[in-house]
């Protein structure tokens, strides 16, 4: 076997170790969401009690994103992600004992935000290695990873429906989940390369870049418009995940069975259209294809809040869902353009997305308390009209041009 063939097999490895830690990280995250009416019984705590209880969850996630870029910086990619599972796998048993042996919302809060710390590092950092192998391969796969990881949430939710049937504990659950984030990761890490993201001295021959000009990325005009557009279209998928049945039970007078089928339209067609996005996009190119998904969620939009029946609303929901496949996944991608600095700005962006699916929806709820939840979308569709009208930014740094027109890289 030649040396092109050995490096052909390892980054094929590498590729199938990263599609697996997607499906892993979507796996555990649908895993105790399909189980938060039984935590919440345990606990004998009311709604908005679990709603901060949640809130462990969020914090602990924007902890780990932020600290994400300084430990890939240092140590590496693979190293933040087997540090991020593994504390993920902490995390969750952490749950578990508070659903067994400690049954205290301290020790859930406690373990959510264990768990959102370790998955708010493995995301930056699996990102990261996903932007590498871009780079490696010349094509992008980055929607090909982001629909892996939905595939993932689909696994984990079915299990959870899986547990509740044959009436398996909330506890019991959550270790052989536990088991499988500690096992995949054992098997796993082998084959990704170490060192991806690691900063200790570029090919420049510059030093690794200090905390000030790490931070100093969130003030790059790119990466802002970048921020832009995760913002807007991570809004527009987040307020479906947790507004959706909602909108069509409330809005349209359906019952929770048939709003949970158009909430499931709306995850096929955005998984779907991840699926194949990686040929969509080296065929049109980014900034095509974000305008073209810009188009779709608005008019998707449009007829979800204007259409009076919900058969129409449901035409609307799949039109939704293809517009906001790619914003997440492509807006990380283009982050990850410049192989300097790539932990920080891929981190910078990811953070503006997960802000959107922290603060954007539960917003949106307070303003549809107030003006309904239908007519309340109209603010989720100024920010993908803001994320279309910024999309220049994901195109690749090489084809930016000067204003005389050369290209420069």
């Not at 931070?215 to 970048?226: D, I, Y």
């Not at 069509?248 to 007078?253: A, K, N, S, T």
């Not at 239908?374 to 930016?400: D, N, T, W, Y």
């Amino acid at each position: 076997m030649n040396k092109t063939e050995v490096e052909n097999r390892g980054l094929a490895r590498w590729r199938l170790a990263i599609y697996f830690i997607f499906l892993l990280c979507g796996m555990a995250s649908a895993s105790w969401i399909s189980r938060t009416p039984a935590i919440r019984d345990t606990l004998e705590v009311s709604t908005g009690q679990m709603g901060w209880i949640i809130f462990g969850l969020s914090a602990g996630s924007i902890l780990g994103l932020l600290s994400a870029s300084q430990m890939i910086a240092g140590k590496g990619g693979r190293f933040s992600m087997v540090v991020g599972l593994l504390v993920s796998g902490v995390g969750l048993a952490v749950v578990a004992s508070g659903n067994a042996l400690i049954i205290h919302p301290a020790v859930v809060f406690a373990g959510l935000a264990i768990f959102g710390f370790g998955f708010g590092l493995c995301d930056v950092a699996m990102n990261v290695e996903g932007t590498m192998i871009e780079k490696k391969l010349n094509k992008s796969l980055m929607t090909g990873f982001h629909a892996v990881f939905s595939l993932g949430t689909f696994i984990g939710a079915l299990a959870g429906w899986l547990a509740v049937k044959l009436h398996v504990s909330v506890s019991l659950h959550l270790l052989f989940v536990v088991f499988v984030l500690i096992g995949g990761t054992s098997l796993l890490y082998r084959l990704v390369p170490a060192g991806t993201g690691k900063e200790e001295k570029t090919l420049t021959g510059k030093k690794m870049l200090t905390a000030r000009e790490r931070l100093a990325v969130w003030r790059e005009p790119r990466t802002l418009l970048l921020g832009v557009i995760i913002l807007g279209m991570s809004f527009a998928e987040g307020s479906a995940n947790d507004w959706l049945p909602l909108i069509m039970v409330d809005g349209y007078g359906t019952t929770a069975t048939a709003g949970s089928f158009v909430y499931g339209l709306f995850v096929a067609a955005m998984t779907i259209f991840r699926a194949v996005g990686g040929k969509l996009l080296d065929a049109f190119g980014r900034v095509a294809i974000l305008r073209a998904s810009a188009v779709s969620a608005v008019a998707g939009l449009l007829i979800v809040m204007l259409s009076d029946h919900y058969l129409i609303a449901s035409i609307g929901v799949v039109l939704w869902g293809f517009g906001s496949a790619f914003g997440f996944p492509v807006a990380l991608s283009a982050a990850g353009d410049n192989p300097e600095g790539v932990a920080a700005r891929v981190g910078a962006v990811a953070t503006a997305g997960y802000m959107a699916f922290l603060v954007g929806p539960p917003t949106l709820g307070m303003l549809g308390e107030s003006i309904g939840l239908r007519q309340a979308l109209i603010f989720v569709l100024i920010g993908i009209v803001c994320a279309g009208m910024a999309s220049g930014a994901s195109r690749p740094v090489a084809e930016k041009r000067e204003p005389s027109g050369e290209r420069t890289v």
